[in-house]
């Protein structure tokens, strides 16, 4: 008996196999995130597998923590059946997903030290970068500089890596924040591929798989009756798929015609990630450096986040969220109609704004205060 292809049915229901994929992708992560998620809270309670309230916490009662196990396969199921190419391509990112996964699953339930957590995700990214050459060669001329040797190309792939994926697990602070945001991530990455032509496509399958389990995990991680975290297992997942979306973002401008003359044209393509990220980099960039300020370790925790100084404006979880995914989409907006800026010019603005967003609420409470 021949094997299933996804493309045969397009015959039958006169549809192009590539949106078929995209809506069976999508669906189908949502419905294997939203039919998991109650078990996996009934199994959290029944084996005490919860998060207690800490004293930083913004949460006031032991909450399951797993969501990110139901986003893990939700994900990895419908991308490897719509998007197997991604697979075969990229014959590392399965394994560097499993990796995270295992991990984030440990940490999650047993707690692990922080240096493992960073050894096993600088193995899953150099699996991604040296194994399936996903990688940042080029600087598209920042600071003068193009092509990057091999070795500093794959140390600072590696870098960019683990900073996006600690960036997502830091912001995870309150409901709906790290997955509002990752969605809007996806969504433009998702305009972007799509633009840029049917080998990219692939990478449309996956980004819509994330979103179709991120919105199932939101209906049960904004709800007070069944809620439930992503823990470390989702948002660890979440930023490494979100890295090598914007890495694979990159390497789109410098795809060349035999000619030698490039595909698409985009200098300011860096200043463009950037953006699409902003919120997660700025926020983890601006508490690193409180930290450092006041004498303490980048990795020690505190409650100098951005979500946290706008919880002291005296604003709820939800709408924290809204505000601060809103300016991370503001910020993508505004990058893409000044998409042919100058790449310096652009980068300027674009933190700039980030950091001003991240620094609003101080003003706003001053003001109060005064």
Request: glycine letters at 8%; a positive charge; hydrophobic letters at 55%.
């Amino acid at each position: 008996m021949e094997g299933f292809d996804i493309r045969e049915i397009k015959n039958i229901l006169g549809l192009d196999s590539f949106y078929l994929k995209c809506s069976i992708g999508i669906i189908g992560a949502f419905l294997i995130t939203y039919l998991s998620i109650p078990k996996i809270i009934r199994v959290s309670y029944k084996k005490n597998l919860t998060a207690q309230p800490e004293k930083r916490s913004s949460h006031k009662r032991r909450t399951p923590n797993l969501g990110g196990t139901a986003v893990f396969y939700s994900v990895t199921i419908m991308s490897s059946i719509c998007a197997y190419e991604l697979f075969s391509t990229y014959i590392f990112l399965f394994a560097a997903i499993i990796i995270l996964f295992f991990i984030g699953l440990m940490d999650d339930i047993l707690v692990v030290a922080p240096d493992k957590k960073f050894y096993a995700q600088i193995v899953a990214a150099l699996m991604i970068s040296v194994g399936s050459n996903v990688r940042i060669g080029h600087f598209f001329g920042i600071l003068g500089v193009e092509l990057l040797p091999y070795w500093l190309s794959i140390t600072f792939t590696v870098f960019v890596f683990i900073f996006l994926i600690n960036a997502f697990n830091l912001i995870d602070g309150i409901d709906g924040l790290a997955s509002g945001i990752a969605i809007v991530v996806c969504g433009a990455f998702i305009f972007t591929f799509w633009r840029l032509g049917r080998l990219n496509y692939p990478m449309v399958v996956l980004a819509l798989t994330v979103i179709g389990s991120l919105l199932a995990f939101l209906r049960f991680n904004l709800s007070k009756k069944y809620k439930i975290f992503m823990g470390d297992t989702g948002s660890m997942i979440v930023g490494f798929l979100l890295s090598f979306m914007g890495i694979k973002f990159l390497n789109l401008f410098l795809l060349q015609y035999p000619s030698g003359t490039p595909v698409y044209h985009l200098q300011s393509a860096p200043a463009i990630v950037v953006a699409i990220l902003i919120i997660p980099i700025i926020d983890t960039i601006v508490v690193s450096l409180i930290r450092i300020s006041k004498g303490n370790s980048p990795f020690k925790a505190d409650k100098n986040h951005m979500h946290h100084r706008y919880l002291r404006l005296g604003l709820n979880h939800k709408q924290v969220t809204i505000i601060m995914v809103s300016e991370n989409a503001l910020v993508i907006l505004l990058a893409y109609f000044l998409r042919h800026t100058n790449v310096h010019l652009l980068l300027l603005i674009v933190l700039g704004l980030g950091l001003a967003f991240s620094l609003l609420p101080l003003v706003f409470m001053k003001k109060i205060k005064s």
